[in-house]
């Protein structure tokens, strides 16, 4: 952790953490998001200067996730450590994993029967590289939390997406380059059986291959009727990583492709329940600074504005954001821009929406 962002820790009172009422609803969708998103030097702390809407319930925590009733938040406290989760009601934070012996986890997300899923490796790689690309396994847990996870059998790449309707997940697997083939990633469906109190990953379905960009479910389209996701293009692009914003038809196969500027990282996140909308984490450089934007999932009208405008502090950044089930709140990660590895955050804020956001 930074010593900029460890000073600030220790000066949160714990009110401040607890605090459950709501803070006056004035996000909004802001202006068209330009071609260039530069780093400012406004003084001050982002944490301890939070706008109205907005307010931080977990001084640590990263990758947040609500649960089918949008009544709790699932978070991993760091990487490859313990999933929390907060009470939205009492504002207590419990650990999800501390009973069962684990390397460490990723991701944590809720399944509709109230079970979770887990991502992390069984055994670590010799770099972080190799950890993350060719290590991150699907692991089930029980809804009590009393049994230790239980692995499924595939290894993931990036994340998954869950559907809210049944126990339908997504995932992506990567096949590195060989034989004169190229790199290519495969989207998957399948549904995680339970029975007994274990489970078992069954009718495994072959979605889409691509060999363009490297590809990671998100979310499912409503309906379960496809699959909302990021596109990467390792090496590419003014800052190394090339991003798009795409989805597939699971009935056709077909995919669309939703147009952000060419200048920008934009890495599609939590899509709004009505299926119209999505969260992008927007940026110049995401080393230095990321904020979040709204784009309209409409390929021939892309609306795209900025909701946030963290980086006129300079180094710091929102990320992973998700939207509750009702559409009426947000929850992000919020951190130091210089951090080594994706998806690290060092606390969980809420964003409450305006009404018609």
Not at 68 to 75: I, N, Q, S, T
Not at 97 to 126: N, Q
Not at 186 to 209: F, H, N, S
Not at 227 to 237: A, S
Request: proline share 8%.
């Amino acid at each position: 952790m930074t010593m900029k962002v460890s000073r600030v820790l220790a000066a949160m009172a714990v009110p401040m953490l607890l605090s459950s009422a709501l803070s006056a609803q004035t996000f909004t969708r802001g202006e068209p998001v330009p071609a260039t998103l530069p780093l400012g030097n406004k003084p001050g702390n982002p944490i301890l200067d939070m706008p109205p809407g907005q307010r931080l319930i977990s001084a640590f925590g990263e990758r947040p996730v609500f649960s089918p009733k949008g009544d709790k938040l699932a978070f991993i406290g760091k990487s490859y450590g313990d999933a929390f989760e907060y009470d939205m009601a009492t504002g207590q934070i419990r650990k999800l994993t501390g009973h069962a012996p684990s390397e460490g986890f990723l991701r944590v997300h809720y399944m509709a029967d109230g079970s979770f899923a887990l991502l992390g490796p069984r055994i670590p790689g010799k770099t972080r590289e190799e950890t993350r690309f060719s290590r991150i396994e699907l692991f089930w847990m029980d809804p009590s939390t009393t049994r230790a996870p239980v692995p499924l059998g595939v290894t993931i790449f990036e994340g998954i997406a869950t559907s809210p309707r049944s126990n339908l997940i997504a995932w992506s697997e990567m096949r590195p380059a060989a034989a004169g083939k190229p790199a290519a990633t495969t989207v998957y469906t399948g549904r995680i059986a339970v029975q007994d109190g274990t489970a078992k990953l069954e009718d495994k379905q072959e979605i889409v291959t691509t060999t363009d960009c490297f590809v990671e479910a998100q979310d499912f389209l409503p309906g379960d009727k496809g699959l909302l996701m990021p596109c990467y293009g390792y090496g590419k692009g003014p800052t190394g990583v090339e991003t798009q914003v795409i989805s597939v038809d699971f009935d056709t196969k077909e995919i669309t492709r939703y147009p952000t500027p060419a200048t920008l990282y934009g890495e599609v996140e939590g899509i709004f329940p009505d299926g119209r909308r999505a969260l992008v984490e927007c940026a110049q450089d995401r080393a230095k600074g990321m904020d979040l934007c709204i784009l309209d999932l409409d390929p021939r009208k892309p609306r795209y504005t900025r909701m946030t405008d963290i980086v006129q502090y300079g180094g710091w950044k929102y990320g992973n954001p998700v939207v509750r089930p009702d559409g009426r709140m947000i929850a992000a990660q919020v951190g130091s821009a210089d951090v080594i590895d994706a998806g690290v955050g060092q606390g969980i804020v809420l964003m409450d929406l305006a009404p018609g956001f």
